[in-house]
């Protein structure tokens, strides 16, 4: 297993795998996430122009990809709850996924490995993430890998997601 910086060349494979996620996984569990064309190939491009999305692949199979940014979320300025630390210094998990014919096999878990790898490396003191309130399985990934539950967050459409935070 592989996991490195994506480039624009994997962008094809990081798309046809969050189909799979979004058909397999959201819709085949009432999932109300990553509706419409989110996330698009443009997002994914910006992520790879910001040195921030990262791949994950088993020879020439992708497993799985997330997006760990090093800047403030506007949607985390504000919070019904609290977060753990202060300030804008943390990184932003957004955008992970992981194959369906990987799930259950501690990919999510390897691939949440690199946010901590990353702050340790570039000094940031915790790392942020959301996801939806039906999203049972990244909520159990999220506390098994040591995040703890702040409360709840709105994006910029109105659309609840729960927070996590964790200390590094």
């Not at 921030?52 to 020879?59: D, K, R, S, T």
């Not at 990934?141 to 996590?164: H, M, Q, S, V, W």
Request: glycine letters at 8%.
């Amino acid at each position: 297993m592989k996991v490195r910086p994506a480039s624009k060349p994997d962008i094809p494979s990081v798309l046809g795998c969050v189909r799979r996620i979004k058909n397999e996984y959201f819709e085949a569990n009432n999932i109300n996430q990553w509706v419409g064309d989110y996330p698009s190939r443009e997002i994914f491009a910006s992520d790879v122009d910001k040195k921030a999305l990262y791949v994950m692949y088993m020879g020439e199979v992708l497993i799985g990809f997330g997006s760990f940014l090093c800047e403030a979320e506007p949607t985390y300025e504000k919070i019904d709850g609290a977060w753990l630390t202060d300030g804008e210094k943390y990184l932003v998990v957004h955008r992970l996924g992981i194959n369906p014919d990987w799930h259950g096999m501690g990919m999510g878990t390897a691939l949440m490995g690199l946010a901590d790898k990353i702050c340790e490396v570039k000094k940031i003191p915790s790392i942020r993430v959301d996801t939806h309130e039906d999203n049972i399985s990244m909520q159990k990934l999220l506390e098994k890998c040591g995040f703890t539950k702040c409360g709840t967050i709105y994006l910029e459409n109105g659309d609840p997601r729960i927070a996590y935070e964790k200390v590094i």
